[in-house]
């Protein structure tokens, strides 16, 4: 092999390394890792921000005046939605929110688990909540398994709930079951969620209970910086209803449609009645 040849093999060579070393670091970028425990998803994508509906001042609908009718209204029908829509998350995510504060261990089963205690009112739960990834969808793998002997029913290693989350941890999905009937797994509600920063968040509750009279109903609830928007969704009546507020300045508005026949109706930043959008 002459001078010639000799350098120009050479030269392919060490592009070839140099291309496969190139190669590799980007896949080993994009490879979730296995060998350490996944993160949290935010307890965002269990939870909204519906903190000015709970202010003492306007929450008593016994000491409302009319000139804060629209705003009263809103909180009402928040009210409503927490004790219905939202309730079969409430307990689940405050036992999920616990596990910020703890440790996973690596088990036999290739599995992350987070094992602590909770106590929540007059119930103490167990919880054992397992990550994993699963390799073929580049997804973590979800599952809370709860125990309790003050629950009742009582609770044992029962899946309360169970989900995926995409890798980067930005979207996902929640699937919880009915702790009513624990012999059984029987799904309740649905939540699929998108945080891609703090200051977006989008969460969607499906009723997904074809046993219950509200089957169908979904509850969207979206956050844009400082809109906040809840979208009620009847799916018997096939119509949406709307609330708005502004995080920022505590404005909003009520599209409702047993409200006022359903036109929009403003609240400024004191949660006065007004006529049109504040300024």
């Given at each position: ?12 060579v ?30 965002a994508?269990?939870?909204m921000?519906l903190?000015?509906?709970n ?7 016994a000491?409302?005046t ?32 616990a ?8 088990q ?29 969808t ?16 009582e ?37 699929d ?7 977006h ?40 209803s709307?609330?708005y ?11 409702w ?23």
């Amino acid at each position: 092999m002459n001078t010639l040849l000799r350098s120009k093999y050479a030269i392919l060579v060490t592009t070839i390394i140099f291309l496969m070393s190139l190669f590799a670091c980007e896949k080993n970028t994009t490879e979730p890792e296995t060998d350490s425990p996944p993160p949290l998803p935010p307890v965002a994508s269990m939870r909204m921000e519906l903190s000015l509906f709970n202010t003492p001042s306007n929450n008593s609908l016994a000491k409302t005046t009319l000139s804060k009718q629209n705003f009263t209204a809103a909180s009402l029908r928040v009210l409503i939605i927490k004790t219905t829509v939202t309730l079969a998350a409430i307990v689940p995510t405050a036992i999920f929110a616990a596990a910020i504060s703890q440790e996973p261990v690596l088990q036999e089963d290739g599995k992350f688990h987070w094992i602590y205690t909770v106590q929540d009112d007059n119930n103490t739960f167990s919880a054992d909540l397992a990550g994993w990834i699963d390799m073929q969808t580049t997804e973590v793998v979800w599952e809370m398994y709860v125990s309790s002997n003050t629950h009742s029913p009582e609770l044992d290693h029962f899946l309360w709930y169970e989900g995926r989350s995409k890798i980067g941890n930005k979207e996902g999905w929640w699937l919880f079951y009915d702790d009513k009937s624990s012999d059984s797994l029987s799904e309740v509600l649905k939540i699929d969620w998108q945080i891609p920063d703090e200051d977006h968040q989008e969460l969607i509750l499906s009723n997904v209970n074809q046993s219950n009279a509200d089957y169908g109903d979904s509850l969207k609830y979206s956050l844009d910086n400082y809109d906040n928007f809840l979208m009620f969704f009847d799916a018997s009546e096939n119509r949406t209803s709307t609330i708005y507020w502004s995080t920022e300045t505590g404005a909003g508005y009520i599209e409702w449609f047993d409200y006022k026949n359903g036109a929009r109706s403003y609240w400024d930043e004191d949660q006065n009645d007004v006529p049109q959008p504040p300024a």
